[in-house]
């Protein structure tokens, strides 16, 4: 959710105003959603079915992608809270 992104954004500059240095934190869930479930909310949110066709993956597509947000967690005092 956009607030929880805003929320890690403002804990990473309160750090880094710390003296922190140059630190990447992963902001997520740790649930990963595939395409086909991002299409499917957009419609829902839209309330009409979007258009789509299924195709084989690229040479280079990853089969899975998630965030581990535990560096934020500790860290930052980080979590996703909304989504």
Excluded at 52 to 58: D, L, Q, S, V
Excluded at 74 to 81: T, V
Aim: aromatic letters at 8%; hydrophobic letters at 40%.
């Amino acid at each position: 959710h956009v607030v929880d992104l805003a929320k890690g954004h403002t804990a990473a500059l309160l750090r880094l105003q710390q003296g922190s240095g140059c630190v990447t934190y992963n902001l997520g869930t740790g649930v990963g959603y595939s395409v086909l479930d991002m299409v499917r909310a957009f419609s829902a949110a839209c309330g009409h079915d979007l258009p789509y066709e299924i195709a084989p993956r690229r040479p280079g597509d990853v089969a899975v992608v998630y965030s581990d947000a535990s560096l934020a967690a500790g860290e930052l005092g980080w979590k996703a809270e909304l989504g």
